[in-house]
């Protein structure tokens, strides 16, 4: 394909005119995102070469390499994961799949840190390159495709952008993002490294930079041919408790649901028995706004001896429990289990009944704290009693967990709390139901009951 010049679709355009215009007061997350998608390469040629080996071609080990040119003004990103095709590149770099704009533009704030947050939620990630670079360059070949059907895709980020094929040996993608004049500061090891350490620590496979070296003659830090690991590279779930601080655990949260609250609790276990699996599970402090869509998908992401297997694993927590975020890395599963697979495996039904468990203990929990309960029952209370008509099992634990505004005061109450207080000899209670809480106590028939 000789060079051809194709415009981007008109979302993208009023995107980047977004990203550009209005996100730069937090421009570290460009990194963030590139990495992530860096990552998310490896993560698809992982899986992929399950079924076929010679996708890994002569480069088994996979990595994300983060390297900077000081003269040329330019930041690199470099994995050696999926790759792209010519075509891929054109549709993945120049088109949003879904109504991904559209949802970002609707879901933001004006808030620029927390709008900041979201740019990865839609799917549009990509993008904020372009808050830092005025040019970015993207070379890239499939993994299994001859070296000669390399693409290079090239934009200034506005209307249009170029691609072209061209020879490419490296399996995978290279992204250089040429720096704006504002953006030298980034032109930084130590500043590009605490970006990483910051927003990329949790991601398990190895981000590498060059190594640097002091050189009094020529009074520089000089780049050496080294390579070395800036991130943990260890899955944060598959590290032991005492490890991890509660920054860390709070950051991985935020990372994995894009909010930028902190959650309100969460749980990390290894679960052994029959079935194996190491669960941590986040409750968040606020209900998303899509909360009652029963097909809101799960927030649980599945992970299968720390390889990457799905997001929204639905079959690992039940609906009621949909708004729960974490993380599950089954020892047992096969490696190329599918969403059907999933919904038929003893092992999935055991980690869910796990994973439900664990969430009501952490609730009960929660509930000793009247204040906090309080808060986390205003967002997520409602949704909770839909498990009563779904889970049968758990129902008395869940009963506890409920809570009911009363004619005794204006704090909610629960069974237990109601009947500590019941008057001797009664024997009944009544209930009445309403559309809303000011309905129900004007109601006349309560009338006689007061
Ligand atoms: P998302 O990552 O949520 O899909 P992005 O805007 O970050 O959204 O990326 C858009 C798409 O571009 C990705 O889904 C992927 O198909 C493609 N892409 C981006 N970076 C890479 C990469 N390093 N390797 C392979 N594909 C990539
Ligand atoms: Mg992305």
Excluded at 7 to 33: G, K
Excluded at 154 to 182: C, K, N
Aim: hydrophobic share 40%; glycine share 6%; aromatic share 10%.
């Amino acid at each position: 394909m000789s060079k051809q010049t194709l415009s981007f679709q008109a979302e993208v355009s009023q995107l980047l005119h977004l990203v550009t215009h209005s996100l730069y007061s937090n421009p570290d997350i460009f990194l963030r995102e590139l990495v992530s998608n860096a990552s998310d390469a490896c993560d698809k040629l992982r899986f992929e070469g399950l079924n076929d080996s010679a996708l890994f071609e002569d480069a088994p080990n996979l990595d994300v390499r983060v390297a900077f040119d000081t003269d040329a003004r330019t930041i690199t990103i470099t994995d050696n994961g999926i790759g792209m095709s010519a075509q891929e590149a054109i549709d993945h770099l120049g088109t949003i799949a879904k109504s991904g704009t559209k949802d970002f533009m609707s879901h933001l704030s004006g808030d620029q840190k927390q709008d900041a947050q979201l740019i990865g939620q839609f799917g549009v990630g990509f993008y904020s390159g372009f808050i830092v670079a005025d040019k970015i360059t993207v070379e890239s070949r499939r993994a299994g495709l001859p070296v000669v059907e390399g693409v290079r895709w090239t934009s200034g980020g506005t209307g249009d952008f170029e691609v072209e094929t061209i020879e490419r040996s490296a399996r995978g993608t290279s992204v250089t993002l040429h720096l704006r004049e504002d953006a030298s500061d980034y032109l930084d090891r130590w500043k590009l490294k605490s970006i990483i350490g910051k927003y990329s620590d949790h991601i398990s496979l190895p981000i590498l930079m060059q190594k640097e070296e002091w050189d009094a003659e020529k009074s520089a830090h000089v780049k050496l041919d080294e390579w070395e690991a800036v991130n943990s590279a260890n899955a944060l779930w598959a590290r032991s408790k005492k490890d991890i601080s509660d920054e860390q655990y709070a950051e991985f949260y935020k990372n994995l649901s894009y909010d930028t609250e902190a959650p309100l609790a969460w749980s990390h276990n290894r679960v052994e028995g029959s079935t194996e699996y190491t669960q941590l599970l986040y409750i968040p402090a606020k209900a998303p706004q899509d909360l009652w869509n029963r097909d809101r998908k799960a927030g649980i992401k599945l992970y299968v001896k720390r390889v990457f297997i799905m997001d929204e694993a639905e079959a690992l927590m039940p609906a009621y429990l949909r708004w729960v975020k974490g993380v599950v890395d089954s020892a047992d599963l096969p490696l190329n289990v599918s969403r059907e697979l999933l919904q038929e495996s003893r092992d999935v039904k055991a980690i869910r009944e796990g994973n439900t468990r664990r969430v009501l203990a952490m609730l009960d929990d929660m509930s000793k704290d009247v204040e906090k309960y309080t808060g986390f029952y205003a967002g997520f209370g409602a949704v909770l009693k839909e498990g009563l008509g779904e889970d049968f099992a758990n129902r008395d634990k869940l009963a506890k967990l409920l809570r009911f505004a009363s004619t005794a005061g204006t704090e909610l109450t629960s069974l237990a709390d109601y009947k500590a207080r019941m008057k001797d000899g009664q024997a009944t209670i009544y209930y009445i139901t309403a559309d809303n809480l000011a309905a129900a106590k004007n109601s006349p028939q309560l009338e006689v009951f007061r």
